[in-house]
C-alpha cells in the first residue's frame, strides 16, 4: 500500500490556519478590553493630556492625569520653560462613563465623561477641558 503525501500536508496546513484563527481572535478579545477606559482597571497605569484650553493660565503648556491604580490619580502641570511638576494626588471614581476626580487637599471636585480614548471634564468655573490618553 502506498501512502499518500497530501495527507501530511493538508494536516499541516489545517494546524496552521486554525493556529492562526485562535491567535487572531485572542487579539480581537484583548484589545476591546484595553480601550474600555470606563473600567479602573483598564485606566490605571495610563496617562491622559490636555493641551491647550482657553482655562489655562497663560503659563501653561499643558496638563496631565496620571492614573497610578483603580482609585488614585494625579494631576501634574508642565509650565513654559519648566519641568512637569505634580500639582496634586487625589481619587476618582467611575460609573458607566461618568468619572469624578477629587483632587485630595484642595477639595476641588472634577466632573465629566469618558468616551473612548477622549476624557471631557469640567473643571472651574464650568471650563471643559478635554484629556487625550497617551
Given at each position: 500500500?502506498?501512502?499518500?503525501?497530501?495527507?501530511?500536508?493538508?494536516s499541516i496546513s489545517t494546524i496552521?490556519?486554525?493556529?492562526?484563527?485562535?491567535?487572531?481572535?485572542?487579539?480581537?478579545?484583548?484589545?476591546?478590553?484595553?480601550?474600555?477606559?470606563?473600567?479602573?482597571?483598564?485606566?490605571?497605569?495610563?496617562?491622559?493630556?490636555?493641551?491647550?484650553?482657553?482655562?489655562?493660565?497663560?503659563?501653561?503648556?499643558?496638563?496631565?492625569?496620571?492614573?497610578?491604580?483603580?482609585?488614585?490619580?494625579?494631576?501634574?502641570?508642565?509650565?513654559?520653560?519648566?519641568?512637569?511638576?505634580?500639582?496634586?494626588?487625589?481619587?476618582?471614581?467611575?460609573?458607566?462613563?461618568?468619572?469624578?476626580?477629587?483632587?485630595?487637599?484642595?477639595?476641588?471636585?472634577?466632573?465629566?465623561?469618558?468616551?473612548?480614548?477622549?476624557?471631557?471634564?469640567?473643571?472651574?468655573?464650568?471650563?471643559?477641558?478635554?484629556?487625550?490618553?497617551q
Amino acid at each position: 500500500m502506498r501512502k499518500s503525501i497530501l495527507n501530511p500536508i493538508r494536516s499541516i496546513s489545517t494546524i496552521k490556519l486554525v493556529a492562526f484563527f485562535i491567535v487572531m481572535l485572542f487579539v480581537v478579545l484583548s484589545c476591546s478590553r484595553d480601550d474600555d477606559f470606563t473600567n479602573p482597571k483598564n485606566l490605571s497605569g495610563t496617562t491622559w493630556k490636555c493641551l491647550s484650553n482657553t482655562g489655562f493660565a497663560i503659563d501653561i503648556e499643558y496638563a496631565l492625569l496620571k492614573f497610578n491604580s483603580t482609585t488614585i490619580v494625579e494631576g501634574w502641570t508642565k509650565y513654559k520653560d519648566k519641568n512637569e511638576q505634580k500639582d496634586w494626588t487625589g481619587s476618582f471614581t467611575i460609573s458607566d462613563k461618568n468619572i469624578t476626580i477629587d483632587t485630595g487637599d484642595d477639595k476641588e471636585t472634577f466632573t465629566g465623561t469618558i468616551n473612548g480614548t477622549e476624557m471631557n471634564l469640567t473643571i472651574t468655573d464650568n471650563v471643559a477641558f478635554v484629556f487625550v490618553k497617551q
